[in-house]
């Protein structure tokens, strides 16, 4: 039989776990040698490659949704916006700028705040949407669901960029917005 988890990157570990010795209770046992074997299979499989599974067993347990942001971190995230982004051009794009400024991404938050589309608990600083927040949210989605995408802002500053450059004429980055409004975007 085997089993386990198969760690192929140790990142940080590296330095913030110091590796366990064998004790002799375990080498005694074998246990060691047969985790080593079972990792050593789990590590050699490739993507794709067909395996004899003997049996298999399922776990119930229940995940807790990710903690809600506050503005501290909701400004990082508007900064760092692009990590999100799949597609390598369009993420250098944004690389370094994000969504807004560094001095206008507070100011967006608290106009968020003062049109009532959020609320900011006074103590926590814990961003809540609010029922006309979720009600703008639901339509933006159900019209325009590219403006929740933050690959959209990446190629606006890309066709920003090359308008810049002269690679290319304004009037084709205005075009592109306007069809966007116009639900034309495909």
Wanted: proline content about 3%; hydrophobic content about 30%; some cysteine.
């Amino acid at each position: 039989m085997c089993g386990g988890k198969a760690c192929t990157k140790q990142g940080y570990l590296e330095i913030a776990k110091p590796i366990k010795k064998e004790s002799k209770k375990q080498e005694e046992k074998g246990e060691e040698g047969e985790e080593k074997g079972n990792l050593e299979v789990l590590t050699s499989l490739k993507k794709g490659q067909e395996i004899e599974v003997k049996n298999f067993e399922t776990k119930e347990a229940e995940t807790s949704p990710p903690s809600r942001y506050n503005s501290g971190n909701m400004v990082l995230a508007m900064e760092n916006a692009g990590k999100l982004i799949e597609e390598e051009e369009l993420r250098e794009q944004i690389k370094g700028a994000g969504i807004g400024t560094s001095a206008t991404r507070g100011e967006i938050i608290k106009k968020l705040e003062k049109i009532n589309y959020i609320a900011i608990n006074s103590k926590t600083q814990i961003i809540t949407p609010t029922a006309k927040g979720e009600l703008i949210y639901d339509i933006v989605k159900s019209s325009m669901p590219d403006m929740l995408n933050p690959k959209l802002t990446a190629s606006w500053e890309k066709g920003l960029e090359m308008v810049a450059k002269k690679e290319i004429r304004s009037r084709r980055v205005h075009a592109k917005v306007r069809s966007l409004c116009k639900g034309k975007n495909k």
